[in-house]
């Protein structure tokens, strides 16, 4: 058996190397293997072997959600308009809470646009086109210190200007937009932006720059950067896609949980995985997550990790018990809370 472990360099996302890795590093589930297939490899393949399964669960598993087909239809309508038009050109927000999957959202509209510039510019990259600039703003950042990151990202070996002012950054920043070809430029944590200088110079972008910008951040359209005053005229330029917790008092909720559960379920990279013991519980792992799809991510990786963690195991199979560690332990080590006991769940039929 060859399993191939995944090399990853970069930390972060905002650096076009950095972006690239974070666009492509999606590695496929390794081959599945019996246990005793399993207990018969070499400590070292056994390592390679669960590093692999738990790359898949940080990097690839993923659901569908309805977001993001609302959010790559707008975007790619915006992206088509904006290129054409002259002002009144328009971005997205994507906002919720802390931990609601805003910054993935925004990756998998990131992956779509640079696969489709790949697809219709196959020497993107040779010619020096960077379709995706990806930002994120830091605490309290000004406008002016968004137009430096967005010029450190196309053009990394230039000469930090030391006292330039923001006009002439922004100058400089657009006119790398322009002639990177970027078609959408991601302000991941833009709730740190705060005030009327940021919006005069996103507005500014918008105005200037063909672009379509995307801010990701915790209540957007409500806080205090994009609610009132300036930001609101940011606001009013942007469509606006909302995640939200799923309320399984309705059909298509109850329809949308038990698919997301189904799926982690019928993927779970263990040693001879029947899929079950997650789909029968699901009412108890809404209960856990309240509903949110991140907690209920962070169960399944959570659950591969701590399984793959046991040294004596002699099997792989999800039991109850094995579920209830995980969501006991979320209690004590996250501030999720709720109330689910052991008695609460089932094992597989
Ligand atoms: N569609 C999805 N399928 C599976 N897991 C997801 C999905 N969206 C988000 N997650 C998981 O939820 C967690 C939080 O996502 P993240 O995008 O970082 O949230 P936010 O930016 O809102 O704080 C991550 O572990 C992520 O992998
Ligand atoms: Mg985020």
Not at 167 to 183: F, G, P
């Amino acid at each position: 058996m060859i399993v191939q472990s995944l090399t990853l360099q970069h930390d972060r996302k905002t650096t076009v190397p950095g972006l690239r890795e974070a666009l492509t590093a999606l590695p496929p589930v390794p081959p599945p293997i019996s246990f005793s297939e399993y207990a018969a490899l070499s400590a070292g393949d056994r390592d390679v072997y669960d590093e692999a399964r738990q790359d898949f669960v940080r990097l690839t598993l993923r659901v569908p959600t309805p977001e993001q087909d609302v959010s790559a239809r707008i975007l790619a309508k915006l992206i088509a308009s904006n290129q054409r038009r002259k002002n009144s050109r328009r971005g997205i927000m994507i906002s919720a809470p802390m931990f609601y999957g805003k910054t993935e959202l925004a990756l998998l509209l990131a992956r779509s646009v640079e696969r489709e510039h790949a697809r219709r510019y196959p020497d993107y990259t040779e010619r020096g086109e960077v379709p995706v600039v990806w930002i994120e703003v830091t605490d309290h950042a000004t406008g002016k210190a968004l137009l430096a990151q967005i010029i450190r990202f196309l053009a990394p070996t230039a000469a930090e200007p030391t006292r330039i002012n923001t006009h002439d950054l922004r100058r400089q920043a657009v006119e790398l937009l322009h002639s990177h070809h970027t078609k959408l430029l991601v302000i991941d944590e833009a709730h740190n932006l705060g005030g009327s200088e940021p919006s005069s110079v996103i507005k500014a972008l918008q105005n200037e720059s063909s672009a379509t910008v995307a801010l990701v951040g915790i209540d957007l359209a409500g806080g205090k950067a994009f609610g009132s005053g300036e930001g609101l005229q940011v606001t009013m330029r942007c469509d606006l896609v909302e995640l939200r917790k799923v309320d399984i008092r309705t059909d298509s909720g109850l329809d949308l949980w038990k698919r997301w559960v189904a799926t982690f379920d019928r993927n779970l990279p263990l040693c001879e995985h029947r899929p079950g013991t997650l789909t029968r519980n699901h009412l108890a792992l809404h209960a856990a997550a309240s509903g949110r799809l991140a907690i209920l991510a962070m169960i399944v990786e959570r659950l591969i990790s701590s399984i793959l963690g046991e040294p004596a195991r002699v099997d792989e199979e999800v039991t109850r018990e094995r579920l209830f560690a995980v969501l006991d332990g979320l209690r004590q080590t996250t501030p999720v809370r709720h109330r689910i006991k052991l008695d609460d769940l089932v094992d597989a039929a």
